[in-house]
């Protein structure tokens, strides 16, 4: 099935009875509560993020840390939601997938996030994990930082909850699929000014858009 942004964005298409721990490669997306724009803002169709976008970026790249069966694939950081592909390879080979770590949308920071302890992220995940294990996870780590942030470097304040509750993903089936997400997140940035998360798009029906945090 072709990749539509209108379904497998807008909606949470998961399976009944499918096994989200079993290899394959999974497109992601993660809102912010209220769909607030927190990480940064589009500037001539290209995501510059802030500390805050940073932290979010920071977090994915160490998803491979805690489940070591998670190969990245693409990704982009948004003001006001996330964009990844992630590929459980279990006992495959990572061959089967065609690695897109040297050329991530929106990677501001080339290279190894920081350094950080066992205790900053969290003992390595023994047990097959699922996708919904895997994001709890960022949601979790990216929340804990973020009001780090607004305690010490005064980020702006999120409003209850830093993310929606659920999250949305499509299951990748072939070659094809994998490309036409992959292109879809990378033009992502580009869409902004008609995307429906932008709450300055008019069809969106939101307030228009605060200030952009820099």
């Given at each position: 099935?072709?990749?539509?942004?209108?379904?497998?964005?807008?909606?949470?298409?998961?399976?009944?009875?499918?096994?989200?721990?079993?290899?394959?490669?999974?497109?992601?997306?993660?809102?912010?509560?209220?769909?607030?724009?927190?990480?940064?803002h589009?500037?001539?169709?290209?995501?510059?993020?802030?500390?805050?976008?940073?932290?979010?970026?920071?977090?994915?790249?160490?998803?491979?840390?805690?489940?070591?069966?998670?190969?990245?694939d693409?990704?982009?950081?948004?003001?006001?939601?996330?964009?990844?592909?992630?590929?459980?390879v279990?006992?495959v080979?990572?061959?089967?997938?065609?690695?897109f770590?040297?050329?991530?949308?929106?990677?501001?920071?080339?290279?190894?996030?920081?350094?950080?302890?066992?205790?900053?992220?969290?003992?390595?995940?023994?047990?097959?994990?699922?996708?919904?294990?895997?994001?709890?996870?960022?949601?979790?780590?990216?929340?804990?930082?973020?009001?780090?942030?607004?305690?010490?470097?005064?980020?702006?304040?999120?409003?209850?909850?830093?993310?929606?509750?659920?999250?949305?993903?499509?299951?990748?089936?072939?070659?094809?699929?994998?490309?036409?997400?992959?292109?879809?997140?990378?033009?992502?940035?580009a869409g902004?000014?008609?995307?429906?998360?932008?709450?300055?798009?008019?069809?969106?029906?939101?307030?228009?858009?605060?200030?952009?945090?820099?």
């Amino acid at each position: 099935m072709a990749f539509d942004p209108d379904i497998h964005h807008r909606r949470s298409i998961r399976l009944k009875e499918y096994d989200y721990s079993q290899p394959g490669a999974y497109f992601v997306t993660v809102c912010t509560h209220n769909r607030e724009c927190l990480f940064g803002h589009i500037q001539e169709n290209v995501m510059v993020m802030n500390d805050a976008g940073r932290m979010i970026e920071k977090w994915w790249q160490e998803l491979p840390r805690k489940y070591p069966i998670v190969d990245m694939d693409a990704y982009t950081v948004m003001p006001n939601h996330f964009h990844g592909i992630v590929s459980i390879v279990g006992a495959v080979s990572r061959d089967h997938i065609e690695p897109f770590s040297r050329c991530c949308v929106g990677a501001a920071l080339r290279g190894r996030p920081e350094e950080l302890t066992t205790k900053d992220r969290g003992q390595p995940h023994r047990v097959a994990p699922t996708l919904g294990d895997m994001i709890n996870w960022f949601k979790t780590m990216t929340t804990n930082d973020y009001i780090r942030g607004v305690k010490h470097n005064q980020w702006r304040p999120f409003p209850g909850k830093l993310w929606q509750r659920n999250y949305y993903e499509h299951v990748i089936r072939d070659e094809h699929d994998l490309n036409e997400v992959r292109e879809y997140i990378t033009n992502n940035p580009a869409g902004w000014d008609r995307d429906d998360d932008n709450p300055a798009f008019v069809g969106a029906g939101f307030k228009p858009a605060p200030t952009p945090l820099i």
